[in-house]
């Protein structure tokens, strides 16, 4: 059984740009929950996808999107890149919704914005 | 973007002292979680709580469900070098956002 897992595991880019974040859910998993963790403070909850599709979101503009694919696994896009999107973004995945205590974490994805 | 009230915000110990760390929240919370996190890698789900003054273990560590409903704590007993990281609560207050809320985090040394 594979855990979670995130690509790339770095990335660095400029302002403006566009970027996209992959994650692969825990095998059995069709629950993902994307991120952000900027540098000495806690996850921020960006969007959860169920199934393909969307089933929550958190306090992120509309340039923050996302996809779930049929094999479950998932796609981060940000569009418009600012400096402040420089974080290490996280993926987790779950077998339901809210089953936090299935809930696991990927290593995630730190990104630079240059 | 909210974040729970976590504190303290580090802890400089020494090797077999007890730990204690709280969370407060001015939102009642349905279930507290607490993770820890390692450099490099996502956090790790320690203790689940989903029943107001449930008080839960697992191994050296106790955490419990604040009666209110806006608070919780993490206990960790006899720490050793390996409780070296960051500490997360987070609540979830139920609904259908499914939003997870964190806290900024209780940086743990330990010194052996």
């Known amino acids: 059984e594979t855990g979670v897992t995130q690509s790339p595991t770095h990335l660095i880019k400029t302002r403006g740009q566009q970027v996209t974040l992959r994650c692969s859910s825990q095998?059995?998993?069709?629950?993902v929950s994307w991120y952000q963790q900027a540098l000495g403070q806690g996850p921020q909850f960006i969007f959860q996808?169920?199934?393909?599709?969307?089933?929550g979101r958190g306090n992120f503009p509309p340039r923050f999107s996302g996809l779930q694919f049929p094999n479950y696994s998932s796609e981060l896009n940000v569009n418009a890149l600012e400096l402040d999107d420089s974080a290490l973004y996280l993926c987790?995945?779950?077998?339901?919704?809210?089953?936090?205590?299935?809930?696991?974490f990927g290593p995630g994805t730190r990104l630079t914005v240059l | 973007g909210q974040q729970l009230n976590q504190s303290p915000q580090s802890m400089f110990i020494q090797e077999g002292e007890d730990v204690s760390m709280n969370c407060t929240s001015s939102?009642?919370?349905?279930?507290w979680l607490w993770y820890k996190q390692d450099p490099g890698e996502g956090p790790v789900l320690l203790i689940a709580l989903y029943k107001a003054g449930e008080l839960t273990s697992n191994g050296r560590l106790t955490a419990q469900f604040g009666i209110t409903r806006k608070d919780s704590f993490l206990n960790i007993s006899a720490s050793i070098p390996s409780d070296v990281g960051i500490y997360f609560c987070a609540g979830y207050s139920g609904g259908s956002n499914y939003k997870l809320t964190f806290g900024k985090g209780t940086l743990l040394t330990v010194n052996p």
């Open positions: 095998s059995g998993h069709n629950t």
């Open positions: 987790a995945s779950s077998l339901f919704a809210a089953s936090y205590n299935e809930q696991f």
């Open positions: 996808y169920y199934r393909e599709e969307e089933n």
């Open positions: 939102s009642i919370f349905n279930t």
